[in-house]
């Protein structure tokens, strides 16, 4: 097993955590390796009473945690930070073993998490409220912004650490305490993650972990939505599922951060860096083995560079390395499951039945396992395939032709999702003429990649609600009061 080789066995964890003790439950569930397909454990497959007692504890936990100072929740969150950087190795090695991203992404992912930990331990101490001028002598306004109590946090398999992360440094750092109920597919990383945060000294039932098969989460998802206690829901995954779990917090009216699924274009104007753009499609399109939820879904060339483009980003394609994630040099891992591949063998299948014309890869690479499919470019396409309209989330680049300005920035709106986009041009106005134009939340112009802790992450439209990271990203863990002082 991949997992022999950590440094501390003792960050393999297979319980849930619950006010601060490791739990069973009643059964177990298997993960496995996507790469190999063997088992690497056994996890414990929690359910609702579970659920009810892990928001039992944040809750009970959350006056002690809210009453802390934010420099106090702060040196606890930097120390967590700390132990995160300090167990890179072994983390990134858990997330290779069961998500089967590259080391070498792994390890930069557990940066990119840590990363919100520190962000958010420093954010949390200037949640600034307000004095407003009075239009009444006798009277003074005055606004706080207070924890909104307990959060929970829903997340999936691409990102096992950043995810989580993400939701839940900002959510204790404002003094919230969490329940977190991570991918089915992923759960070492969040068990890891939360070990290495018992030992950084968070208290009892401020952080908890369901860890769950699909099954079961789906009971979870429901306990939580549906949960008076519970003030804040975050979720990261599938539009789908986003509109589930909408609708079943409907009944208590609670806040909802959601980030879900994108369908990015990537946009290249005649007088772009060609080379540049090439290397930003790479990166965008085939990093996580074209797995998030920003990655290149459509790439629109203009005609006058159209055919230099696609053959630049076919060789280098055609370069990449596909291998176990352990492997040294290789560039893409394997998909997580055998849907994710069907879904890629059915948008390649649909794009060349209707004129796509194939200049790298194409089909599963099944000598390297089940779940291994060779990464692909497919020039000629139209908005009529499937990839146009669906995002693929897999290895797959379809690259679309236009002429005008105006009909790159319909094309690219033309859809129900609003995430991520990306521009290569050289022309200042058209830099922002397109960025303005783009219905998108984040926009990558001359670059492919674009998120950081220090940014607003998020979509609009059918893309999610919301931002993480940034100053704005603790906004969804606080509530305003309004204090009006009389009698002055
Ligand atoms: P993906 O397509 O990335 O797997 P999903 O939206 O299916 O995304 O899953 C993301 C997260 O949502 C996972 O933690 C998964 O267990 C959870 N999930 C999926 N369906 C439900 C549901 N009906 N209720 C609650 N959680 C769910």
Known sequence: ?????????????????????????????????????????????????????????????????????????????????????????????????????????AKGEIGYGASFIEWFAEEGKRVYGETIPTTDGNKRYLVLKQAMGVCAAITPWNFPVAMITRKVA???????????KPAEQTPLSALAVAELAQRAGMP???????????????????????????????????????????????????????????NAPFIVFDDADLDSAVEGALASKYRNAGQTCVCAN???????????????????????????????????????????????????????AKGGRLLAGGKPASE?????????????????????????FGPMAPVFRFATEADAIYAANNTEFGLAAYVYTRDIGRIFRVGEALEYGMVGINAGIIATAEVPFGGVKQSGLGREGAHQGIDDYVELKYLCLGDI
């Open 1 to 105: 097993s991949p997992l022999a080789a950590l440094n501390d066995a003792s960050l393999l964890k297979t319980q849930g955590l619950i006010n601060g003790e490791w739990v069973s439950g009643e059964a177990s569930f298997a993960v496995h390796d996507p790469a190999t397909g063997l088992l690497l454990a056994e996890v414990a497959n929690l359910g609702a009473s579970e659920a009810e007692a892990a928001v039992a504890a944040a809750n009970a936990a959350w006056p002690a945690w809210r009453s802390k100072t934010a420099k106090e929740r702060a040196a606890i969150l930097m120390r967590w930070f700390q132990l995160l950087t300090k167990h890179a190795d072994d983390l990134a090695r858990i997330m290779t073993a069961e998500q089967g991203k590259p080391l070498a992404e």
């Open 170 to 180: 900002p959510a204790l750092a404002a003094g919230c305490t969490v329940v977190i």
């Open 368 to 392: 390297l396992g089940a779940q291994f499919f060779e990464p692909t470019v497919i020039a000629d396409a139209s908005s009529d395939m499937l990839c146009a309209r669906e995002e693929t």
């Open 298 to 352: 459509r790439l629109y060339v203009q005609e006058g560079v159209y055919e230099v483009f696609v053959e630049k980003l076919a060789a280098k394609v055609a370069a990449l390395k596909v291998g176990n994630g352990f492997e040294a040099g290789v560039n893409q891992g394997p998909l997580i499951d055998a849907q994710a591949i069907a879904k890629v063998q059915h948008h390649v299948e649909d794009a060349l």
């Open 204 to 262: 009892s039932g401020v952080l908890n972990v369901l860890s769950a098969d699909s099954e079961r989460s789906i009971e979870i998802g429901k306990l939580l939505c549906e949960s008076p206690i519970v003030r804040h829901l975050s979720f990261t995954g599938s539009t789908e599922v986003g509109r589930i779990l909408m609708r079943q917090c409907a009944p208590t009216v609670k806040k909802l951060s959601l980030e879900l699924g994108g």
